[in-house]
């Protein structure tokens, strides 16, 4: 089966390895709530994915799967190409992770080293190793000198920064995080995006993010799947994905604030827009070429 953005399943164009290959016919809660319907995705080494939908669309439940949490779904779901379902968890969780929305979901431990020292601990690496990769994986999210904190403490943003610490401290090389800018303030959303950028460039972890912040997908995401209803509508790069605001709406989304302003400016002000910019750089090169073209 293809999946969304038309790539055979093995690996694509890049060569780049398939390391989750998602084929889902459907997924209802126990109590009869239909929360996902037939899909199919691929996750590559090295990519910074997104699931972009609106509240109730089923980001977390998709996630839940991806992860091995959610075992009662139709359909098959490969993790390097062995079937998530026969793996053990502690199989799955040395290579792939769930940093969820809210940190306080997932934080124990009174303190910071404590707490991202949890994990390697348990998976039996023995002390000094634990202490290294604590170290690693601190600076890692750029909290290296709060080892000792009390995790009360912590602002919002740095728990969900020793969250994700926890999990790079285990090994994990796949990352999936559920709403991860949900939260933070302007200047924290940059903040923990750049955060996994750095990850996904510098370190090669490979990032699945839900989301609903349409405005700060296309600066970061290579791949981008609209979830509405429960199903896959839409995938591709960021250009391919964001169309028109009708199409956006209909799946309660809406475009990034910059491809709104130029979409209105190309159909009720009728200037000669040829491409729908989705970030303030290609927005201000479109204008310069509009502005160049009026005075010609
Ligand atoms: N534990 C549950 N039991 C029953 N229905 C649920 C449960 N969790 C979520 N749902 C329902 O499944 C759908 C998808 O939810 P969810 O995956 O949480 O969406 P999102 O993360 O996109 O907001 C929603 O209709 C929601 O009400
Ligand atoms: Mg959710």
Known sequence: MENMTGRNSDSDE???????SVRIDSYTYPDGTNALSAMALDIRAGEFAGILGSNGSGKTTLLKVMDGLMKDFKGNVLLDGMDLRKLSPKEIYRKVGLVFQNPDDQLFASTVFEDVAFGPTNMGFPEKNVSERVNTALAAVDMSGYAKKSIHNLSFGQKKRICIAGLLAMGHDILLLDEPTAGLDPMGEYRMMHLLQKLNR?????????????????????????????????????????????????????????????HSLKHKDKLPFDKLPLTIGEARREILKVASKSKD
């Open 14 to 20: 890049r060569g780049l390895r398939t390391r989750l």
């Open 202 to 262: 510098e370190n090669g972890v490979t990032i699945v993010m839900a989301t609903h912040s349409v405005d700060l997908v296309p600066l970061f995401l290579h791949t981008l799947y609209i979830l509405s209803k429960g199903a896959i509508v839409r995938g591709g790069t960021p250009e391919d994905v964001f169309t028109a605001p009708e199409e956006m709406a209909n799946v309660k989304l809406r475009l990034p604030h910059i491809a709104e302003l130029i």
